[in-house]
């Protein structure tokens, strides 16, 4: 079981940035991949970023490449994702998520294990 918290949401200006981070608690948490989704009202849960549990194979879609950045520190059972150049279309609930089988992966259902969601929102 793996429990994870994610925190560093808030309210930003168009451009900005923020640092979400998502600490994780569990057995073997170091081995788990780690993924980043958003869903904004009306809208499907959106993937965002992925990292294997190794952190050395990460992925983004399009819409945030160059933009986002994901990444771990395994002795800090923590994840990140560093959020540049920010957009009104960012605004969205972000969710942390891990499974057990330490790939990225970029659909919902392939993770176990998320946190209760930060709210982002940039203003225009």
């Known amino acids: 079981q793996v429990h994870l918290v994610e925190s560093g949401g808030g309210l930003v200006p168009a451009g900005g940035s923020l640092r979400l981070s998502c600490v994780a608690s569990?057995?073997?948490?170091?081995?788990?991949?780690m993924g980043w989704f958003r869903q904004a009202p009306g809208k499907e849960r959106e993937f965002v970023a992925g990292?294997?549990?190794?952190?050395?194979?990460?992925s983004y879609p399009d819409s945030v490449k160059g933009r986002f950045t994901i990444s771990r520190d395994n002795a800090k059972s923590t994840g990140y994702l560093q959020m540049d150049s920010l957009k009104p279309e960012d605004t969205a609930v972000y969710y942390c998520?891990?499974?057990?089988?330490?790939?990225?992966?970029?659909?919902?259902?392939?993770?176990?294990?998320w946190g209760q969601g930060t709210q982002v929102t940039v203003s225009s």
């Open positions: 998520a891990a499974n057990d089988v330490g790939y990225l992966e970029a659909v919902p259902t392939r993770y176990e294990y």
């Open positions: 569990g057995r073997a948490v170091r081995t788990y991949g």
């Open positions: 990292i294997s549990w190794s952190g050395r194979s990460t």
